[in-house]
């Protein structure tokens, strides 16, 4: 608790000089300091204290003290609290020993938090004093009294023998006991809070997949057919390729392989060209290769939308995978994707690189109201650098995200997608608007990257083999449906007014 019962977290910047600070502390009020900045946020966000992901956030949290207990002036460390939902915690590392100086900025060490391995830092100048916990310990209770800095070198010392316990449990400086009072009467019992919700939503594979029993045999002998002989029989290889599932197409190679010994990727390779080809041969990659490849893509060509549009459509569960398959080719996927993203979203997609999302579908719904409240009062600070909207947009789950998205609406008339628009630039307003959908449902937003692809002069054709080969057994069926329903027209009429020949006609076999 602090100023007024208003909790501290990173939001709401308020520059102060070291001076106004240390009054504060005077006071009793403990000060959380994440670069030289002190911020604050009202209570009714106490459940939604949020961290960016190492990568993107150090933060510390020193609180000043003045000769408790006889000892010197020093500087309390408390375990921090570094995401929504954690209580407790690891330390994976001290950075620093006893007798070591330290200046603003200096990292303490790392905590392995519920959601990622953050380094925490000070703001504060003096001498390591004491540290009362050592890595790998078992897990600590955010609040816990871990390290002591002492304010001159020549009162290390003095704390060689000092128990955390000292310190007691709270990190403001105890006030002067005060004059006896009646007894307050009892508080009113706290409100029940709303029960879970769980936010799944429905998804329909596309309905060209071939149903009932399959045999890889009788297939690898068909597309043998089509490709075999001068010319290529391309709409019996769709039939074969385009209309079963990733893991019946690795069993269709593996008989083609062993009835002919050859390898159908390479026949494919070399007896198609283009788009076409380029799609047939997509369909034999992993999701998660088609998604690193179709990042790199798009890092290449310094595309910042549709990057965002390609992190939007990969699950937070999914991402690590996405981004070992990224890094296989030696660079960093969270670096690649700050280098071509700038302005306010350049954090949010960085951290989302890392796997900074919670994958979890369960809504609370009290703390989505609180956000939303929030999130409403500062709406034209919503893009400032550290807003509330862009460090939650670094954790949150889609689900979650569209709750408070929901509840945002209720109090402002519109949603979160339409704030964006009516205050942010349109490059924000547009990924916003992505973001939004795809925490609603990703088939919505997948349907409105594919219309982005068709749009105006030119088609991104790469992005239509991404969505529809990584979609097809998935919800490729809902995608169509969502299409329709925004854009007032068929994803199949809009294919074949944008697309032609072989290419034009595997997609729409795909979409049945």
């Not at 000892?71 to 006893?98: A, D, E, I, R």
């Not at 003096?126 to 390290?147: C, K, Q, S």
């Not at 097809?472 to 994803?491: F, G, K, M, P």
């Amino acid at each position: 608790q602090g100023l007024c019962g208003w909790r501290l977290t990173f939001k709401h910047t308020m520059l102060m000089s070291r001076a106004a600070i240390r009054s504060l502390v005077r006071r009793g009020l403990p000060v959380l300091q994440t670069a030289r900045t002190v911020r604050f946020v009202s209570s009714a966000l106490r459940a939604n204290v949020i961290a960016a992901p190492a990568s993107v956030l150090k933060t510390a949290m020193p609180v000043r003290r003045f000769a408790a207990a006889g000892l010197p002036s020093h500087f309390v460390v408390k375990f921090p609290n570094l995401s929504p939902t954690m209580k407790t915690g690891k330390l994976m590392g001290w950075k620093v020993k006893v007798g070591d100086k330290v200046s603003a900025g200096d990292v303490l060490g790392e905590v392995e938090t519920d959601k990622a391995t953050v380094a925490f830092d000070t703001t504060e100048e003096g001498y390591v004093a004491r540290l009362f916990v050592e890595p790998g310990d078992n897990e600590i209770t955010v609040g816990e009294t871990i390290m002591i800095i002492a304010e001159e070198k020549g009162d290390v010392a003095a704390f060689a023998n000092v128990q955390a316990s000292a310190f007691g449990a709270s990190s403001a400086v105890p006030a002067a006991a005060p004059a006896a009072a009646k007894p307050a009467p009892a508080p009113a019992p706290a409100p029940t809070p709303a029960a879970p919700e769980e936010h799944v939503v429905p998804r329909k594979a596309s309905v060209a997949l071939v149903g009932g029993s399959f045999d890889a045999a009788a297939a690898a002998e068909q597309a043998r057919n089509a490709l075999k002989g001068l010319g290529t029989d391309e709409k019996k290889l769709d039939a074969v390729v385009a209309r079963c599932t990733f893991a019946q197409r690795e069993q269709i190679a593996a008989a083609y392989k062993s009835k002919f010994s050859r390898d159908l990727r390479d026949d494919i390779k070399d007896d198609t060209s283009g788009n076409y080809q380029d799609l047939m041969l997509a369909l034999f990659d992993k999701p998660a290769a088609l998604a690193a490849k179709q990042l790199r893509d798009q890092i290449d060509a310094e595309n910042t939308l549709a990057l965002l549009g390609t992190l939007v459509l990969i699950a937070p569960g999914d991402i690590a995978a996405v981004r070992s398959a990224f890094e296989a080719g030696g660079a960093s996927l969270p670096d690649a994707v700050a280098g071509v993203v700038s302005g306010p979203l350049q954090s949010v997609a960085a951290a989302w690189a890392t796997g900074s999302r919670e994958a979890s579908t369960t809504i609370n719904r009290d703390e989505a109201a609180s956000m939303a409240a929030q999130l409403h009062s500062e709406e034209a600070k919503m893009f400032a650098d550290d807003s509330l909207l862009l460090t939650s947009l670094t954790v949150l789950s889609p689900a979650q995200l569209f709750a408070v998205s929901q509840e945002y609406a209720k109090v402002a008339g519109y949603d979160l997608a339409a704030a964006a628009a009516k205050i942010g630039p349109e490059s924000v307003a547009k990924a916003m608007k992505l973001i939004v959908a795809a925490a609603e449902n990703p088939a919505a937003a997948a349907a409105d990257v594919l219309h982005g692809a068709m749009e105006g002069l030119g088609t991104d054709n790469k992005t239509l083999i991404f969505v529809f080969a990584s979609r097809l057994e998935v919800d490729l069926q809902t995608i169509a449906e969502q299409y329709l329903q925004r854009h007032s027209t068929t994803l199949v009429s809009d294919v074949k007014g944008d697309t032609s020949s072989d290419f034009e006609n595997v997609l729409v076999t795909m979409l049945g």
